[in-house]
T-cell receptor, first 114, second 115 residues
Framework: DAMVIQNPRYQVTQFGKPVTLSCSQT?????MYWYQQKSSQAPKLLFH???????NEADTPDNFQSRRPNTSFCFLDIRSPGLGDAAMYLC?????????????FGPGTRLTVL | GNSVTQMEGPVTLSEEAFLTINCTYT??????LFWYVQYPGEGLQLLLK?????DKGSNKGFEATYRKETTSFHLEKGSVQVSDSAVYFC??????????????FGQGTTLQVKP
C-alpha cells in the first residue's frame, strides 16, 4: 500500500546532540510537511516543501532544518536539541490530485531529549 | 486570519451512545474541512472531509456536514464503540494565494468511550 513512513518511531538523544529524523513516501506527492506535536496538542507546522521549494514558518526556530534530496525522502535535522524539543514529529504529504488540501500523515517519531 | 474552534474535552461516553463534537471555523474564501483522528502513540488519520458547502463527509459511521451559513462542521456518530476512543482534530485547509494546502487545526477533543 502507498504510504508515508517515518523512521525511527522512537528516538532518544542527548541535550545538544544533533539528531535527524527521516520520512519517506510512496505516494509520489509533491508536497511534504513537518509538524511538531506536544502532549496531544494540535500539530504545529514547522516547514514544508513544494517540490524542491522550501517554505519555513515564521516562528520555526533556526535550530530546525530540513532537507529533501528527492521526491520520496525528507529529513528533519535538529542541530542542538533542547529539553523543550521533546515531542512527536509528524511528516505529511499532499499531492496535486489528492483533493483540496488533503494531507496524509505518517505514524510519527517520538523524540526524547535526555 | 483563519481559525478553528472545537469543543473542549475530554468527552466521556458509554458504548452505543450518540456522539457530537462541535467544530466552528473562521475563514476567508472556500476552504476544505477535515476531521482527523489520532489514536494513542500514532499519527493523524484522515477520518472524513468535505470540500464545499452542504457536502457531507462520512466514514466508519462518522458524519459531518459543511455548513457555510453557521460556519460549522460538527462530527457525529450514532453509536460509539470503545475502539473510537481517541483524539479528534477538526481542520481547514488554508486556501490563501500561496496554495500551500496548510492545515489550520482546532485544539483537539479527547473522546473516551467506556464499556
Amino acid at each position: 500500500d502507498a504510504m508515508v513512513i517515518q523512521n525511527p518511531r522512537y528516538q532518544v538523544t542527548q541535550f545538544g546532540k544533533p539528531v535527524t529524523l527521516s520520512c519517506s513516501q510512496t505516494l509520489n506527492h509533491n508536497v511534504m510537511y513537518w509538524y511538531q506535536q506536544k502532549s496531544s496538542q494540535a500539530p504545529k507546522l514547522l516547514f514544508h516543501y513544494y517540490d524542491k521549494d522550501f517554505n519555513n514558518e515564521a516562528d520555526t526556530p533556526d535550530n530546525f532544518q530540513s532537507r529533501r534530496p528527492n521526491t520520496s525522502f525528507c529529513f528533519l535535522d535538529i542541530r542542538s536539541p533542547g529539553l523543550g524539543d521533546a515531542a512527536m514529529y509528524l511528516c505529511a504529504t499532499r499531492g496535486e490530485t489528492s483533493g483540496k488540501g488533503t494531507q496524509y500523515f505518517g505514524p510519527g517519531t517520538r523524540l526524547t531529549v535526555l | 486570519g483563519n481559525s478553528v474552534t472545537q469543543m473542549e474535552g475530554p468527552v466521556t461516553l458509554s458504548e452505543e451512545a450518540f456522539l457530537t463534537i462541535n467544530c466552528t471555523y473562521t475563514a476567508t474564501g472556500y476552504p476544505s474541512l477535515f476531521w482527523y483522528v489520532q489514536y494513542p502513540g500514532e499519527g493523524l488519520q484522515l477520518l472524513l472531509k468535505a470540500t464545499k458547502a452542504d457536502d457531507k463527509g462520512s466514514n466508519k459511521g462518522f458524519e459531518a456536514t459543511y455548513r457555510k451559513e453557521t460556519t460549522s462542521f460538527h462530527l457525529e456518530k450514532g453509536s460509539v464503540q470503545v475502539s473510537d476512543s481517541a483524539v479528534y482534530f477538526c481542520a481547514l485547509s488554508d486556501t490563501g494565494s500561496s496554495n500551500t494546502g496548510k492545515l489550520i487545526f482546532g485544539q483537539g477533543t479527547t473522546l473516551q468511550v467506556k464499556p
